[in-house]
């Protein structure tokens, strides 16, 4: 019996080894890893804030002024 912890890919759902000799974990393939960050970029994925502000709300060029 083995003692590997399996994860699923997030990407694809495939069941993968954990451990250090996974050069693309969480992620199955280099493929996976790149899909994932794509979504990150394009926007479609997002942590969620509690707040109602944009990353420019408050914010001038005069708040970097002394």
Do not use: H
């Not at 003692?3 to 759902?13: F, Q, S």
């Not at 794509?38 to 479609?44: I, K, P």
């Amino acid at each position: 019996m083995s003692d590997a912890t399996t994860v699923n890919c997030p990407t694809c759902g495939r069941e993968i080894i954990w451990g250090e000799q996974s050069p693309y974990r969480p992620f199955c393939s280099k493929r996976c890893q790149l899909i994932d960050l794509g979504e990150w970029a394009a926007e479609e994925k997002r942590i969620p804030s509690s707040g109602d502000r944009s990353d420019t709300d408050g914010w001038s060029e005069d708040d970097n002024q002394l």
